[in-house]
Nanobody, 124 residues
Framework: EVQFVESGGGLVQAGGSLRLSCAASGFSFDDYAIGWFRQAPGKEREGVSGISNSDGSTYYADSVKGRFTISSDHAKNTAYLQMTSLKFEDTAVYYC?????????????????WGQGTQVTVSS
């Protein structure tokens, strides 16, 4: 059974930093794509960042390039999203997801397994 334990969300002032963690189990972590997505109230879920655990390729939405960094620790089966220079508009529930595909790392429809989400609130 695919499972995720997400952590690291919280309340932070604009300009601050947070690191989200996604501990995964129940699948071959090294062979999967991992994505981070977010959903703000009243908005559609959007792709933030993705990483190929097989070759390390990373992908970012334009809105977070230069501020967010995705990484994976294969020994811990855990993915991370380091978020810096946070803005009010980054406020959302953040989800990690995994899939063995080779598609669009920023498209929620291309991911089949999802975490429960963690709230990130940035105060202006």
């Amino acid at each position: 059974e695919v499972q995720f334990v997400e952590s690291g969300g919280g309340l932070v002032q604009a300009g601050g930093s947070l690191r989200l963690s996604c501990a995964a189990s129940g699948f071959s972590f090294d062979d999967y794509a991992i994505g981070w997505f977010r959903q703000a109230p009243g908005k559609e879920r959007e792709g933030v960042s993705g990483i190929s655990n097989s070759d390390g390729s990373t992908y970012y939405a334009d809105s977070v390039k230069g501020r967010f960094t995705i990484s994976s620790d294969h020994a811990k089966n855990t993915a991370y999203l380091q978020m810096t220079s946070l803005k009010f508009e980054d406020t959302a529930v953040y989800y990690c997801a995994a899939d063995p595909f080779r598609g669009n790392y920023l498209n929620p429809a291309d991911f089949g397994s999802w975490g429960q989400g963690t709230q990130v609130t940035v105060s202006s």
